[in-house]
């Protein structure tokens, strides 16, 4: 017998590297044959039943109107703090600016803690309150934590995170606000989740690692069920998004296979993973015949994407594969210019790793890997006010403050006047 909060549609989960099958009811998060990186699951369902509709993206409340989609149905602590339901914008502007036919925004930096991530947050989370864990912990560059830390407080689930001792601040104290126990490791994101994996199995808590948790990517492919749907089930031609571990990008990819198989959508759009050139082991790896294991060095200011080992790699490069769609890697410069045409032409404020997605339209547009007829959706994952030194890096210069005189005041205009002729 299958329990109650389980998706009935939920048939099967499955190694995405040997196909072997488990039951809803008893699955490994990762397959022990092939291993945590190679072993990754996919969930399946069976939409025979479902009818080919989908719930209005204009008047849904958060992620759980698409719970057809989803393994499990949501506690109700869960749903105290709306996740999802976030803004599909279209702006003319941009699109011109990049030179596209039409481009929409999807604002998810208007989740509680300020991420896309809450959408994996949330999943995890009904899954582990439906467990009965005692404990849920993750490894994070800092949004996977916060968020945690955040959707975790009014279920009274305990939090034990794991984080790089660079995480930016705001991050961290959104951690510690909320109560979570947090390890700082003096080490990389890559450390911190080899770790977190290691107490996890040890101590028997719930992992809410990237990837090696297979309800984080149905949680993630919540953005594009809601943006087709606010964008009246048409598909768009691409679709950017930024690539650390390469979550994200499976959830996208996942979410069109799922649309497809329900009969929602005819046409699988373009997927271009975008990366930070500094932390690119995806981009290096699609163009080698064997690509795995996927790892490189990291160097970027964009956080949220300095992965060294992308533990989603082999969902990630099926993705852009099997979509015939691109690898992008942009570099810093290119990424802090992104912010300040998102801040300056949309009123979006995004974190680096938030802007990475448009950066990577902007470059794949230059190399004509798309067209000025196409239409793209773009992913924006991430509040600026998450980094503000990153946005200070992105930004013009602080003006020297003046005397408080008319006099000084006048002057002050006029340099910023000429500065801008
Ligand atoms: C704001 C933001 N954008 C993009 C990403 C990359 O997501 P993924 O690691 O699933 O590729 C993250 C990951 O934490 C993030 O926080
Ligand atoms: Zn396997």
């Not at 439906?130 to 912990?137: D, F, G, R, S, T």
């Amino acid at each position: 017998m299958s329990p109650e909060w389980l998706n009935p549609r939920f048939v099967t989960a499955r190694c995405v590297t040997c196909s072997r099958e488990w039951p809803p009811t008893d699955f490994p998060f990762t397959c022990p044959d092939c291993g945590p990186l190679m072993g990754t699951m996919d969930i399946i369902y069976d939409f025979r039943k479902l009818r080919a509709t989908m719930p209005s993206g204009t008047s849904a409340r958060d992620l759980w109107e698409w719970k057809d989609f989803l393994p499990v149905e949501p506690p109700v602590s869960v749903r105290l703090l709306p996740v999802g339901a976030t803004p599909l914008i279209s702006s003319e502007t941009l699109a011109t600016k990049v030179g596209v036919k039409q481009l929409w925004l999807k604002d998810d930096r208007l989740n509680p803690s300020a991420s896309l991530i809450d959408r994996a947050s949330a999943s995890a989370l009904a899954h582990a309150i439906h467990l009965k864990a005692e404990v849920i912990a993750a490894a994070s560059t800092g949004n996977a934590a916060s968020s945690l830390a955040t959707l975790a407080a009014p279920c009274k689930m305990k939090v034990v995170l794991f984080v790089p001792e660079a995480a930016p601040e705001a991050k961290l104290a959104q951690l510690l606000l909320h109560g979570a126990y947090v390890i700082r490791i003096q080490g990389t994101y890559d450390e911190a989740f080899d770790l977190c994996a290691e107490v996890c199995r040890k101590r028997g808590w719930y992992s809410r690692n990237t990837a090696t948790n297979p309800m984080l990517a149905e949680g993630k492919k919540t953005v594009i069920l809601e943006s087709i749907s606010q964008m009246d089930g048409k598909e768009p031609d691409v679709v950017a998004v930024p690539v650390g571990d390469g979550c994200i990008l499976a959830g996208a990819h996942k979410a069109f296979l799922d649309l497809k198989d329900a009969g929602c959508i005819q046409r699988m759009p373009r997927l271009i993973g975008a990366q930070a050139s500094g932390a690119a082991a995806l981009v290096e790896a699609s163009a080698k015949a064997k690509p795995f294991p996927v790892m490189g060095a990291t160097s970027t200011f964009a956080d949220s994407i300095r992965v060294g080992l992308p533990r989603d790699q082999v969902k990630a490069l099926r993705a852009v594969k099997e979509t015939d769609g691109e690898w992008i890697a942009v570099t810093d410069d290119a990424i802090r210019g992104a912010m300040r045409l998102l801040a300056q032409t949309t009123g979006m404020f995004a974190e680096p790793a938030g802007a990475a997605a448009l950066a990577g339209l902007i470059e794949a547009r230059e190399q004509g890997l798309v067209d000025e007829r196409e239409t793209a959706l773009v992913l924006v994952t991430g509040h600026g006010l998450k980094d503000v030194k990153g946005a200070l890096s992105a930004a013009p210069a602080a003006p020297q403050a003046v005397a408080p005189t008319l006099e000084a005041v006048e002057t002050a205009l006029e340099k910023e006047i000429k500065q801008r002729k």
